[in-house]
C-alpha cells in the first residue's frame, strides 16, 4: 500500500422514504483508504462533509451498499464533484430509479475486486434488504462494510417492498458469519460490531422472524 488503509466516518442526517412512510435517519457514510486514494461508502443525504473527508484525495468510486434513497441521495452528484463512477448492483435498479430516473451507475457484481491503496477491496451480494444489496469486504485489514445488511443486533428490516427476511438471513449466514471472528462491520447506521459478536445470536433472529 502506498499508505496506512484508513477508514474515515462520515454521518449525515435526512429522510428515508418508501411505501409511501418517511423515516428520519442518521447513516454512516465510510471513507476509505490512504493518504492518496479512497473509495465512498455511500452518498447520504448530503454531499459537503463528505467532499471534507475526503480531503482532496482520488476517489476510486462510490460504492453505494444498495439502492434505498438515503444511501444514494447525492451519489450522481459526488460522482460529478469528485470524478468518479457510482457503482450499484443492477437488481436496486428499480430503487434507484425512484431517487435519480435516467441517472447512469456502473454495475456491480458479486465477488468483484476493485483495487484500492494498494490492495483489494472485494464485493459480497448480500441479497435481503434489497434485491441488490452489497456488502465491502477488506481481507487485508478484517473490515466489513455492511450497509443495511448487518447492524449491531441483527439483519436490516425486510418488511418494505424488494426486501424477504429468508433471503436477508441466507445471506448472513452464507456470505458474513462465514467469514473470520475477528471481522469488523462497519454498517450503514449505528454502531460498529464483529461476527464474533453476531454470529452466536443467529438462531434468535430466525426465531424473532424480522
Not at 412512510?21 to 455511500?42: A, H, S
Request: overall charge negative; charged content about 20%; some cysteine.
Amino acid at each position: 500500500m502506498s499508505g496506512t488503509l484508513r477508514i474515515d466516518r462520515v454521518v449525515t442526517s435526512g429522510v428515508f422514504e418508501l411505501d409511501g412512510g418517511t423515516w428520519e435517519v442518521d447513516n454512516n457514510v465510510w471513507v476509505l483508504g490512504d493518504d492518496d486514494q479512497v473509495v465512498v461508502i455511500d452518498a447520504a443525504h448530503d454531499s459537503k462533509p463528505i467532499i471534507e473527508a475526503v480531503a482532496g484525495r482520488d476517489v476510486v468510486a462510490v460504492v453505494c451498499t444498495h439502492g434505498h434513497n438515503d444511501h444514494v441521495t447525492h451519489a450522481p452528484e459526488l460522482a460529478e464533484d469528485l470524478y468518479a463512477p457510482v457503482l450499484l448492483h443492477p437488481g436496486d435498479e428499480k430503487l434507484w430509479e425512484m431517487s435519480h430516473p435516467g441517472s447512469r451507475y456502473w454495475h456491480l457484481s458479486h465477488q468483484q475486486r476493485i483495487a484500492l491503496a494498494g490492495t483489494e477491496v472485494h464485493i459480497i451480494h448480500t441479497p435481503g434488504h434489497s434485491h441488490g444489496s452489497i456488502c465491502l469486504y477488506v481481507p487485508e485489514a478484517e473490515t466489513l462494510f455492511s450497509g443495511d445488511t448487518l447492524f449491531s443486533g441483527g439483519p436490516g428490516a425486510t418488511g418494505r417492498s424488494f426486501s424477504d427476511f429468508p433471503t436477508i438471513i441466507d445471506s448472513v449466514r452464507e456470505r458474513i458469519l462465514t467469514l473470520p471472528e475477528d471481522t469488523r462491520v462497519f454498517p450503514g447506521h449505528g454502531d460498529n460490531t464483529t461476527v464474533a459478536t453476531e454470529a452466536p445470536h443467529l438462531s434468535d433472529w430466525i426465531a424473532r422472524g424480522f
